[in-house]
Every structure is written in C-alpha cells, then in structure tokens.
C-alpha cells in the first residue's frame, strides 16, 4: 500500500530582518491510507509550519520551500498556485488551533461553509446551505436548521470546532490535517473533539495529519508518531513502540515530563533543561546535544534519520545504539 | 436594541444642550469687553448697541440671556447685527450648497480610497504601494485651502480647464453644476482620500493576518475572494464608522474654507464672511448647527457599527 | 554531557534599542526628520539673513523702491501694483508683496510664529491629554465618566469651527483668566486654542491604553507592593504609554500647523502685526492672479514641514510597533 501523502527532506526557511529562520530544516514522514499519524513536539519546534507548508498556505516571497510533499502523484510544493487551490478543501483539509479567531466573525456559520462547497462544485447556495445543515448534524451539532443561520460567536468553543471540522470535511477529503485542534479546548471537549476524530478517521477513511505538544492526545488517536526538534525529526515509530520503546533522549525526556498517576508522586517533574537552540543559526551537530545528558564526541556531527535497531518502522536520529539508562539503573 | 437606541438618544440630547451651554459662554461670556458692543460688532453705533442690550436682556442675569439667545435660535429669530438678514434664513438658503459640496467630495473620497488603500495593502511594499503612501501623505499634508487656490490659479485661470468659481444650482443645470463643483470636490476629497486609504491599508494588513483569512485560502477560494469577501470586509467596518463621523464634520464646518476660496455660497461661506466682521450671530447659529450634525452623525455611525458588526448588534462586546 | 558553549549569551535588547534600530534602517523617515529640523534652523537664522543678504527687515515697505534686475532698475512694486517675483538674487530671492516687503525675509519670520505656535500648541495638548488620559484611566468611575463628558463635548464641535468660535470671541477683548491676562493680539490666544482644540483626539486613545495597562499584572503587583497612584502613574503607566505619547506628539504639530494656518487665513488665528505663513497665504491670495508667488510660496514652507512631520512621524509609528516581524511558528 502505497503512502497517500509522503514529505520527503521538506525545509521551509524565512527571510527576516535578522536573517533566514530555519523553521523546518529536514522532515519527512509518510501518511498511508486510513493513519493517524501525530507530530508531537514544543513550541517552535517547526509543527505548524510543517503542517501549513503542507497545504502552501506558507508560500510567500520571504519563504523559501525546499524538498517535496508528494500527494497524489504530484510534488505539491512545485505545483503552480491554482492548482494549489483546487486540491485545498477538496482532497486535503485543514483545521486549525482556535475556532474563535479561525472563523470569520461577520459571516454566518452557514454561510461560511456553503462558501467551503461552491468553491469547488456547481451547486446553488440554498443547496450548499442544506449541506450544511447536514454537516452540523453529522458533527453532533443539536438543532442545526436553526443554528446553520447563526454567527461564530454564538456557539462555545467545543462547538466552534465541530463547526470547524464539519466545514473541513464538506467535500469528503482525503487528507485532514488538524493543527493543535484541542490545545484552546478545555479537558472535557477536548475528548470529545479527539472522539469526533477518531470516529470520522474510522468511518470515513480519512487519513489525519495531527500537529499537537500534548503527549495525552497522543496517545488517544495516533496510530504513528513523528517527534520533532529544532525543525527536524528526532524520532519516528508506531504509538505503542514509542511509549513503551523511546530511543531518542529528546522522546525520554517528554515522556519522562509526563506525571504518572500509577507511580509513586515525584517530588519534581523531571524537566529538559535549558532551551531549545535558535533557528537562525541552528548548530551543525545534533541540535539536542547541547540539552543532552548522554551527549558525547559523535554527537558533533548531526546523526540522520534511521531505523537504528532492526525495526524498519521506528527511525530515531541519534547515534546511540544502546540504552544508557539501563546502566544507569 | 430599543434600549440602546433610547439610551443614545438621550445621551445625544444632553450632549447638545452641553454644547449650547458652551457656545453661550464662549460668545457671550469670554469676551473681555462690553457684550452689547461686542455683540454689535466692528461696525456699531450707539443706536445699535442699545438695542442689542435690550434684545439679550443683558441687564439680566447669565441664565436668562441663555434662555433667551436658545430661544431665538429655535424660533429662527436670531439676526445678524451687521446686515439684519435673519441667521436661519441664510442658513437654509445654504444648506444646498454645502451639501452638494459635501456629498460629492464624500461620494469621490470613498470611492478613491478604497482603491488605493486596498490596492496598497495587497501590493505591500511593492512600488505601487509606495507611490501611493507617498501620493497620500503628501495629502493630508496640504492645506486645504492653498491646494485650492493653487488649482484655481492652475487650473481655472490659467489652463481654463474650469469655471472659476460660483456655484450653479442642480435644479437649474445639472451638467453646469457638477462642472462648476468639479475643482471644489477635487480639493475637499484629497485630504481625506490620503487619510482614509492609509486607514484601509493598515486596516487590511491587520487583517490579512487573522486566522480566519488563513482558514478561507485553506478553503481554496481564490486569492481575489479572499481579499474581498474576508480581508476587504471585515477592514471596513472602521472606516465607515470613521467616514459617519468626518462627514458629520465636514458638512458641519470643515467646508468653510473650500467655499471661501471657490466662492460657493453655502453655509461655510455664510460663517467665513462673519469672521471678518466678527458678526456673531451668525457664527454661534453655524456652530450649533455644525455641533448638532456631528452629534446626529455620531449616534448614526454607532447604529451602523451595529448593523456591520454582528458582535456588536448580538450583544457581545466590540473586539479591542 | 550538555556541553558549556551550549550557554549562549541571549544580548537582551530594550524595546528602545529595538525600535531605534528600526527607526535607523528607514532611512526616508531619517532624510524627512533632517529635513524638518533644516526648516526649522532656516527660520531662526532669519536675523542673519535679514541683516546680511536681504538687508531689510519683515515689516519695511520698500514700494517705491527700485533694484538691479539683469542690469536693469526694476522696481520693487510696479506702477499698476505688481510685485516683484522670485528671482536669484540676494535681496528679495522670492520676490515682493504688494507692500513691497521682501516674501523670504518675512517667510522665514512667519515661519518661526507658525512653528512656535504649533510646537507649543502640541505641547499644552500632549500635557492636558496625558493628564486627562491616565486620570480617567486609572481611576475610572465618576472621574473618568466626568471626562470623558467633557472631552466628548469638546469633540463634538468641528474642529475648525471651535477654533474659529474661540479665535474670533478672543481675539475681541483678550483673556482674562483670574488675575491673568492675555491680549487679544497675543500668539497665546492661538496658542491656547489650537492647543485645547486636540485634546480629545489624543486623551481618548491614552485613555484606552491605559484602561487596558491598568489590568496587567504589574499593576496589581505594583498596589501590593504598597505604591501610591500617583507613582503607579509615573513609575508604572507613563513608561508603557510613552511611545504612543511621541508619535502622537510628532503628529499633532502637523495637524496643529496645518489649524493655525487654516484659522489664519480666515482670520481666526495669528492677527496683525504678527505674521505667520497662513496670514501670508491670506494676503497673498488678494493678488493670487497676478502675483501668485505671494500665495505659492508660504503654501509650500507649509506643506514642507508638515510632511517632513508626517513622514518622520509615521517612521516613529513603525519602528515602535512591536507587530513590526514576521509570524513564525506558533
């Protein structure tokens, strides 16, 4: 079976003032049919670009965009603007961090995904509207005669993103890319968001690209994880191998961060210390050496992305071919 | 919405009586010298200063006079003391010029604004932008009635492209009419085409970095629609609140000096020739009623921010 | 082991530096700003170019005088009573008026009035603003409800009209104010007025930022901490808003120029025996078709320096708005 979406060394620099900011310096990940596939990391670690670039929403003249993203037989990343275009919405969407700020505050919700529609079919705007209606009900949204006539701001959070996904989802895409979709939700919604999902990605056959830092809503959806840093990837494996399995110090560390509630309570969190390295002047080496506590003469040199221990589906970038924290133990 | 409606009103209502209040202290109060002579004007005599007295009961005390000078504004009675012509008469008489002016210059303002600011806000940084930054801030550096001298020495005397001035009624040549007020909309709208299209500009690039103008290109609608269906849109709500406000202000004094120089006889005019003479009663009928347009305008601009914005009309809260 | 050198040094960088930098980089803003302080030391050094190239002062009438034009006696004021116009020479360089004054001479000493009336009238707004602002800011309830009336009372007129009001009832009989008293020639009157005229446009937005400095936290920390208003005011609110202050400033003595010469024209303003560039675009226009120099000129000065003051301000604007880079990654 053969990947429905396949980046491969994308790079997605960002001319400014001070310099070109490497945002993403060399991803590749493939997204087969059917997967949920998770790309987890801090703040400023290249997620959301990545995710953006995917779709071209980061093409600029400040933007220079290397490597591909194969999609259909075609490398997205060369394909002229308007036929950009009329694959976004129909064959890959998006949805975004903050419903609120995400959908336009002066339009009625109706109307604003019966204008997602008529981009891209022939159809009427009563008949757009109706589809409308539907998608609401299909989200789980009560009562959505009524409320496909209402605005943005009259519906709370969780709601706004149901809205969000079923305007997504209108042309029955192949491809979802969700960034950060619960991060603005509280704990409650976010499962329900996570559980729409899930049930959309098995009932549908949609395959979803996920951008989220929070490990949790990992582990409730993903089926493969890929780990970035510094706008690369650090570690790429099937979810239970990347729990149960981390090989990469960076991984150890965010699972070590996580609070267990079946351990004994730590007295501290264990935290990665110091900071994630500039992405203006991103260093040659492995750009986690310098947070690394198993750093050692190799790690000057930057390690490549490889399926290190036999398994060809867990790629890790980093020269270690033990585990040193079973001898510490 | 009734309540809010009520509560403008109301709120409007005193902020003219405060007004009125204000441009009785300034004519009648701060002067320094005697009032009835003040009054009178430059050109006075004791027959007329006399009278003057009697007529604003100035023997009496400070809020009769005011009663007094309210009712003769309301019941159209006020004077001018140097050519005894009846304020509210001349003010009527006017209107029509002024709001031909005004209207016409509004109409081209607004049209060339939006061109040129949304022209610059998608053409960022390119040549055309700066051109038109500099076009515009060179406007809203002129004064407004030295660019019209200028155009009239240029453009009427010396070109005789235009008619130098006067004003023809609509109702007696519309085709004369617009052409004698060609030059006099030119002049009233480049101050504000400057301003206006730099408000846009601003306004839309704001704007092209909301989220929800990245969800509408995630959509794959074109870039066109994107700009004016979401960008162009939602910039606008400002600046048509703005422009309620400054053609409230235009049609109430800021055509003074444009009617000077090209001679219409409209309302600015009628208060610029009073200057000279320091006729004060038709300046403090023209300020009122400058004073009041602005008020009305401004409780209209807070209805139409409602009707744009439905955040505003649906009870939440206007975003800072 | 993380290694030492991992430890950059982060150079912090004060918002200050920052937008001095910014500032820097934009170098038409820079080549505007020269430009206005060159108008404004052409104006100051009109003594010297009164005494040494021009040889006569503002207010001397020299109708009947005649000087060397190509060789030939021209005179000052022809005989149908055209003036003089513009021409290379030391006196006289940009022609005569009707009185036979020599314009450059009188440009540069109306100059100075225009420019000393709208500088000082920016600077009485910018106070009575700033008061205004952060009072009704800070304390909100009546206080700000009792200011906001007034300023919004003061908004309502016309701008024009209220200085014309103002101009014309003062220009009468002068102020008198207690036990002061100002003559109704001043250039304090326009002053004053012109001054008072602005301070809703920039008392309004100070206010609303300081609604919104108000609810940060270093506010709160700063009353825990024991600090009285009026040091939470200065210490606290005044920094945060003082970038604001300065664009805004450099703007109003645009605007302020721009009314003065407005209110001269009509003869609100500036009166006799001052002169300012305004009053000299009201002569001048009696002539416009057969002197037009008279009124092209002093109309161009004006123009100049306000646009210097635009540009240059409008550069301050952008080197001190933070939005000023680029979104990256969230």
């Given amino acids: 079976m053969s990947p429905i979406l396949s980046v491969t060394d994308l790079r997605v620099g960002f001319a400014t003032d001070d310099g070109v900011v490497r945002a993403v310096d060399g991803v590749s990940f493939d997204l087969n049919p059917g997967e949920v596939v998770a790309i987890v990391g801090e703040s400023g670690c290249g997620k959301s670009v990545t995710a953006q670039t995917l779709m071209g929403l980061t093409r600029s003249p400040n933007t220079t965009i290397s490597g591909s993203v194969v999609f259909g037989g075609r490398d997205l990343t060369q394909l002229p603007d308007n036929e950009l275009r009329s694959l976004r919405g129909e064959h890959i969407a998006m949805i975004f961090q903050d419903p609120m700020t995400s959908l336009n505050p002066v339009y009625r919700v109706g109307d604003q995904i019966a204008e997602m529609i008529r981009a891209h079919r022939q159809v009427s705007k009563k008949d757009a509207v109706a589809r409308a209606v539907e998608l609401l009900r299909s989200v789980g949204i009560p009562n959505p005669e009524r409320r496909v006539r209402d605005y943005p701001h009259e519906f709370s959070g969780g709601m706004r993103q149901r809205v969000m996904i079923a305007m997504a989802l209108a042309l029955e895409p192949e491809v979802l890319i969700a960034d950060e979709p619960t991060t603005a939700l509280d704990v409650t919604i976010q499962a329900q968001i996570l559980g729409l999902l899930r049930t959309l990605n098995r009932e549908k056959n949609v395959s979803v690209v996920l951008i989220t830092h929070d490990l949790g809503v990992v582990a409730e959806i993903a089926d493969k994880v890929v780990v970035m840093y510094a706008g690369q990837v650090v570690e790429e494996a099937p979810l239970e191998a990347l729990f149960y399995q981390p090989r990469h110090p960076y991984t150890w560390g965010l699972l070590g961060s996580i609070p267990r509630p079946d351990e004994a309570r730590p007295d501290r969190l264990t935290q990665i210390p110091g900071q994630p390295p500039s992405l203006l002047d991103p260093p040659t080496g492995c750009r986690f050496a310098a947070r690394c506590e198993y750093a050692f003469d190799d790690c000057t040199r930057l390690p490549p992305l490889r399926a290190r221990r036999g398994d060809a589906g867990h790629l890790d970038r980093c020269w270690l071919t033990t585990d040193p924290r079973a001898a510490n133990q | ?320 | ?330």
């Fill in chain 2, 1 to 320: 919405m009734l309540r809010f409606a009520v509560r403008r009103t109301v709120g409007m209502v005193s902020v003219l009586f405060a007004i009125s209040v204000i441009v009785f202290l300034i004519f009648n109060v701060i002067p320094n010298s005697d009032p009835a002579a003040r009054i009178a004007g430059k050109n006075a005599n004791p027959a007329l200063i006399a009278r003057v007295r009697v007529d604003l009961g100035l023997d009496q005390s400070l809020p009769v006079q005011y009663l007094t000078m309210m009712k003769q504004i309301f019941t159209g009675q006020l004077t001018s003391y140097s050519s005894d012509q009846n304020v509210a008469q001349q003010i009527w008489k006017g209107l029509p010029v002024t709001l031909s002016l005004c209207i016409g210059a509004a109409l081209l303002w607004m049209a060339l604004a939006v061109w040129f600011g949304y022209l610059s806000a998608v053409r960022a940084g390119r040549f055309t932008d700066r051109a038109l930054t500099i076009l515009a801030l060179v406007g809203i550096s002129l004064p407004v009635f030295w660019l019209a001298a200028i155009l009239l020495y240029y453009l009427s005397f010396k070109a005789q492209l235009f008619p130098t001035g006067s004003y023809v009624p609509l109702t007696e040549n519309p085709v004369q009419w617009a052409y004698h007020l060609i030059l006099p909309w030119l002049t009233l709208a480049v101050l504000y085409v400057g301003f206006y299209s730099r408000v846009l500009r601003s306004n839309m690039l704001d704007a092209m970095n909301e989220d929800y103008v990245r969800t509408a290109r995630a959509k794959g609608i074109t870039e066109r629609q994107v700009r004016l269906r979401h960008v162009l849109r939602n910039s606008m709500i400002p600046v048509v609140t703005l422009f309620g406000l400054d053609f409230g202000a235009v049609v109430g004094g800021g055509a003074i000096l444009t009617e000077t120089v090209f001679n219409l006889n409209g309302v600015g005019l009628y208060a610029g020739q009073a200057i000279g003479k320091l006729d004060l009663p038709p300046l403090m009928a023209v300020t009122m009623f400058g004073a009041f347009f602005i008020v009305l305008f401004n409780g209209i601009v807070d209805i139409l921010y409602a009707v744009l914005d439905p955040r505003i009309r649906l009870g939440e809260a206007a975003p800072a």
């Fill in chain 3, 1 to 330: 082991m993380p290694t030492p050198d991992a430890e950059v040094a982060v150079e912090g960088r004060s918002p200050w530096r920052l937008a001095w930098l910014r500032l820097r980089r934009n170098k038409v803003a820079l080549a505007f700003g020269v430009l206005f302080v060159l108008i404004v030391l052409f104006c100051l050094a009109a003594p010297l170019w009164a005494d040494h190239v021009a040889h006569t002062g503002p207010n001397q009438n020299h109708i009947t005088d005649k000087i060397l034009v190509d060789g030939h006696p021209t005179s000052v004021v022809s005989a149908e009573g055209i003036p003089l116009g513009p021409g290379l020479r030391g006196g006289y360089l940009m022609g005569a008026d009707q009185n036979g004054r020599d314009v450059m001479v009188r440009l540069m000493y109306g100059g100075r009035t225009s420019i000393y009336i709208g500088v000082l009238a920016a600077v009485i707004t910018t106070a009575l603003a700033v008061i205004v602002g952060v009072l009704a800011g800070y304390y909100r309830g009546w206080i700000d409800t009792a200011l906001s009336r007034i300023l919004d009372v003061i908004w309502a007129f016309p701008v024009l009209l209220l200085g014309i009001a103002l101009g014309t009832t003062l220009a009468v009989g002068g102020l008198r104010l207690g036990g002061l008293q100002i003559s109704g020639d001043s250039l304090w009157i326009p002053i004053l007025i012109i001054g008072l005229v602005y301070v809703p446009y920039m008392a309004r937005p100070v206010r609303g930022e300081v609604l919104a400095l108000r609810e940060k936290e270093f506010v709160e920390a700063a009353v825990s901490q024991g600090k009285g208003p009026l040091r939470i005011m200065i210490s606290e609110l005044l920094p945060n808003i003082i970038s604001t202050i300065i664009v805004f400033f450099t703007l109003n003595i645009a605007n302020d120029m721009l009314l003065e010469s407005a209110l001269s024209f009509l003869g609100a303003g500036v009166r006799a025996p001052n002169a300012s560039w305004g009053t000299m675009i009201a002569d001048g226009y009696q002539t416009i078709y057969t002197a037009p120099h008279l009124t092209i000129v002093p109309g161009l000065m004006i123009v100049l320096t306000v646009l210097s003051l635009n540009v240059f301000g409008d550069g301050l604007r952008d080197a001190m708005d933070p939005r000023a880079t680029i979104r990256t990654e969230s």
